[in-house]
């Protein structure tokens, strides 16, 4: 009687366990946290480097999240040169995880002279970049 009642409370327990995995597991949501092996949001630094590739890169950590260029000078506006860092702050898919900063030069008298960096100019920035780590995102989740 006591072997019986054994079996049964196993072959009810293996029934209990096989319901709790059943099917396929649902996908996570990548939004939040989207690390892989560089150490911070991977959405964030891929979209940084897609919105940077125009310009020459002088550095770039992906552990420490930071990308720096080196000058860049617009074919349309020669007598002005840009240099841009980007960090990424944390691990989360968040704006402020991001933070642009940059500086400008202009040439007077062949020399080049520290300028202001217009705030826009590195708020749009950071709009493009978080527009792209989003698209990125919500490929991963719907593909």
Do not use: H
Not at 16 to 41: F, H, W
Not at 66 to 76: F, H, K, L, R, S
């Amino acid at each position: 009687m006591r072997t019986i009642r054994l079996a049964l409370i196993l072959a009810s327990g293996t029934l209990m366990l096989s319901a709790c995995g059943g099917g396929e597991r649902p996908k996570a949501d990548l939004a939040a946290s989207q690390v892989t092996t560089i150490g911070v949001n991977s959405y964030l630094w891929r979209a940084s480097l897609d919105a940077l590739s125009f310009m020459p890169l002088v550095q770039t950590d992906s552990s420490g999240g930071v990308i720096v260029t080196d000058w860049y000078v617009n074919p349309q506006s020669p007598g002005e040169r840009v240099k841009l860092t980007v960090s990424i702050l944390d691990q989360d898919l968040r704006a402020d995880a991001l933070r642009v900063a940059g500086s400008r030069e202009i040439s007077q008298n062949g020399q080049w002279v520290a300028a202001p960096l217009r705030a826009a100019t590195v708020q749009k920035l950071e709009a493009v970049i978080l527009t792209k780590a989003r698209d990125l995102r919500r490929s991963a989740i719907t593909g």
